[in-house]
């Protein structure tokens, strides 16, 4: 199995998490974000949204996290991906994720990190409504934590890497958590109770470390073509 990622992606630590979690062999080909990487033809064959992660297993390829995880739990079947009514749960919840928790926290990461790595002007607007959304669905999570140790269940399941992955960014976007008691909670235990998630979190934030002080030495009119060819 060849997973393609960059280490600082978000979406590249779900899927990395849930393969060291099940100890599965796998090799990591970098697609270098801060380089345009994903933007090459030969990365675009493999996903035509130039974007991390892909997986190449044999004749299997996909991109997009979440249908990876499946593909993986299915392979390695385990906790994560439970059966009956749990099976069901857990699937809604990564859709919601999808839906509804992670927009607001993207939007977050562009106008905080990107948009600052490149010298350029937060858009106040599209934070505020980024904020918004974010107070909107944590709120909803935070209510279903308030009685529960993960999200279904009492261990991790997809779902919870799923909805844990925007706090990778917590210290870039600022996003309003201090508020949502419970959720602080559960993503602690998460990171108590599964290793994996530990170590890949560690990873992304020496891959953002990085990509922050290397744009750091870049002149800023250097830094706005690369966003601009990157973009392209």
């Known amino acids: 199995m060849i997973i393609y ?20 062999e796998f090799e990591l080909r970098v697609v270098n974000l801060s380089a345009g990487e994903q933007k090459k033809p030969e990365y675009l064959t493999l996903n035509p949204n130039g974007a991390v992660p892909a997986m190449v297993d044999g004749s299997m390829i996909l991109f997009e996290a979440s249908a990876i995880m499946l593909y993986i739990a299915a392979q390695y079947p385990s906790s994560l991906l439970p059966d009956g009514r749990a099976y069901f749960d857990t699937i809604k919840w990564m859709f919601w994720a999808a839906e509804h928790f992670r ?31 974010i107070h909107r669905y944590a709120a909803v999570l935070n209510e279903h934590l308030s009685n529960r140790r993960f999200v279904v269940g009492d261990s991790p399941t997809l779902a919870d890497i799923d909805l844990a992955a925007p706090l990778s960014h917590l210290r870039r976007t600022r996003a309003p958590y201090d508020k949502y008691p419970h959720v602080a909670s559960w993503h602690n235990r998460l990171l108590s109770e599964m290793p994996a998630w530990r170590e890949t979190g560690e990873l992304l934030e020496q891959r953002l470390s990085e990509m922050e002080a290397r744009h750091s030495k870049v002149p800023a009119g250097e830094r706005r073509v690369e966003l601009a060819r990157q973009a392209g």
């Open 103 to 133: 927009r607001g926290h993207t939007d977050l990461i562009e106008e905080r990190f990107i948009k600052r790595a490149h010298q350029l002007e937060e858009d106040d607007r599209i934070s505020a409504h980024a904020e918004a959304s």
């Open 5 to 24: 990622g960059d280490y600082g992606s978000s979406s590249t630590r779900r899927v990395l998490t849930v393969l060291r979690h099940l100890k599965v």
